[in-house]
């Protein structure tokens, strides 16, 4: 995976979100990216981009589009992805969820399955990712090198937890302390594709201590924070009862200095509204809208539009395994469909377009990895060259080629994946 | 596509649904097929199937399970799939589908799509399906041959209409019933795969004598009917000031002899309660519920725990274009997640199983063509053989990997199709 520091100019049809209300389209067109695997400019003359000396690669007919991002996945239940979606919370949780996080505790296991997890985000074309391992120190540390072995951008969080769960997934805090300052030695460099998130997996399943003890961890190594929030009416109520002096969910969080005082994503906040959503606005929480995950586990629908209105940050999260689909193409069809709901309840609130949830899942999502998600310049290239000649039969505009890949095309008509410059091979 | 007159078996791992309520799994077992395309039946012991001179084509460790039938797809809009999600009903309609729809005056163009939308359907594993065409008869019948050549069994709908529309997509009644006779010349044979069903396009598409020619057509000929049927709030108002006698949209049909006085499907049934449920169960209407469709086009979610509460036969349609995926096990997961919607507002309705979900797809919609979608004996052997060898990494149980191939799998697990007992190559 080394860099030859040489500048490139591809060619293709380019499209992009630089704002959520409209797509940027450039027909046949060039972007150029610096050795250092940012974008330096996007221009329909090549020209404007070279001294004419850099050979420019031509991915012909192909789109060329930013790499996707998926900002809420366990990867540690992706043995169970597509499996017991007949059950409610509770039961997945206990039956299917926690004894199958327990198996991460042996490292064959681990990384077998961590191996083909990080395989399928490339097949999908996610280049990023915030994502969930287990307690277990050492198997969290083989899926970071698997994620740096390929090269794909990651934080991936060492599960906090040492109550309501059953024992085999506890852990004291010390240890929890140890793990994670080993794993921050070894992973936590400056611009580092793949970095430590700190992850308590959420109050109810967090003492007072463990919450501290991670909201120190967060400050003293300026480290991000994941975890989960306003999922479903009975968690938000045993949440007010663990802790009674906080004024909202997400003000638990904050007492522990967990919701926004490093960078923080949240994961799916249905039911988030009034002092909650100002709190996250406030301290630029984001959110991590994982609609497939919120269906399938029965829990409600995110209201999106009144989140961008409100001038939330929102991304997208496959959410796997209480999502089903990895791609977050996928997600996107879905976050369009669900707000359709929302629409048919309230018309004054408009569903998401297109162009909406395609920047949700790029640049706004994107900006929780730093500067990727677009093509403007500055930005890390993170791109996907897809190739829909199977999908396109007659005519279409370049918006409806995109369109029809989002909903009907898979990882096959993925041709190239890029993160930050560099071509990702299939790991 | 001759049949060579052998009985067959086959050994897989069985699964099909009898009842709506569980599944039948059998783990290496064996079904043996007549001369005539219909099951004999299911053992696992081959010796109870055949005196031992039968070949046994052993699929090893793949499933084997009853085809898809799809109750309601546009094949006239196969091009739009995918396309112009972002619009509603009416502009949607006016914009792209009509549009669309008088493309098929041209027959290149028609034999062009129409070979890829059948294609399309082997792809997926659809064996069956209930199609709407457009009003030209030319190129239905062209639509109808490539169903024909290809061994795949479908209902297809010259599509009737001659008010609210473009003066393209209108036809007098007179040259409606002259098309009418002629495919029905052609087509109409007793037990053939490809047969006509009368399809008024909606009733306001239709003057009362374009109705009550269609009526007078499917009692003539016996033929099935199919239509949409309560679909959004202004459709049924705009059917009531156009019908006043009628106490309900459906009411409006029934009128014309277009609603279960020969086998009837409607898609949709969104809005359908009260008085023209209980008709629809009288008359043995049955519903193509449509889930995607009902998402993309802001129309609302079919109540279907209640429809099967009230005895109404309902089966899947993918309804392309409104809807956007083309596989009906696609649809099934809608239509789980679509009920557990139904479900967060009143937890006394269960939401569905997914061995209801995957009754709908093949016992049940599978009814609608003759005794299709179980391995009972005496059904005809519509089926599928899913090598889901790269879905299935980790021992699970035979339910497990079917549910994993419904929410996660596509068509390249899809390894071998059958239609009445036929293998069905690729058209």
Known sequence: MDRDSKKRIYKAHIIYTKEKNRFEVLENAYVAVDADGRVAGVSSEPALLDDGNTEVVDFGDCLLIPAMNDLHVHASQYRNQGVAMDLELLPWLQNYTFPEEMKYAD????????????????????????????????????????????????????????????????????????????LIEEFNKPDALVRPIVTPRFIPSCTPEMLRACGELAAKYQLPVQSHLSENKDEIALVQSLEPGSSCYGDAYNHYGLFGQTPTVMAHCVFTEGEELALMKRNGVMVAHCPTSNLNVTTGIAPIRQFFEEGLR??????????????????????????????????????????????????????????????????????????????????????????????????????????????????
Request: charge should be negative.
């Open 107 to 182: 490292m064959d296991y681990a990384e077998r399955m961590y191996r083909r997890f990080v395989h399928d985000l490339w097949r999908v074309g996610t280049m990023r990712s915030c994502v969930f391992a287990t307690i277990h120190t050492e198997s969290t540390r083989v899926l970071m090198h698997l994620f740096r072995e390929a090269g794909m951008g990651a934080l991936v969080g060492k599960v906090g937890m040492n109550s309501n769960c059953p024992e085999g997934l506890s852990e004291s805090v010390e240890k929890m302390m140890q793990g994670y300052e080993a």
């Open 314 to 427: 929102v991304g997208l999260g496959s959410d796997i395994s209480g999502g089903h689909d990895l791609s977050i193409f996928r997600v996107m069809v879905y976050a369009i469909q669900m707000s359709k709901l929302h629409y048919q309840r309230n018309r004054e609130r408009r569903f998401l377009a297109l162009s909406e949830a395609f920047w949700m899942a790029t640049k706004s999502a994107g900006s929780f990895f730093g500067r990727v998600g677009s093509f403007e310049p500055g930005y890390e290239f993170d791109a996907l060259v897809i190739n829909d000649s199977d999908l396109n039969h007659d005519n279409y505009s370049l918006l409806e080629r995109l369109e029809r890949y989002i909903y009907l095309g898979d990882d096959r008509q993925i041709e190239k994946r890029f993160c930050r410059g560099m071509e990702i091979s299939e790991p």
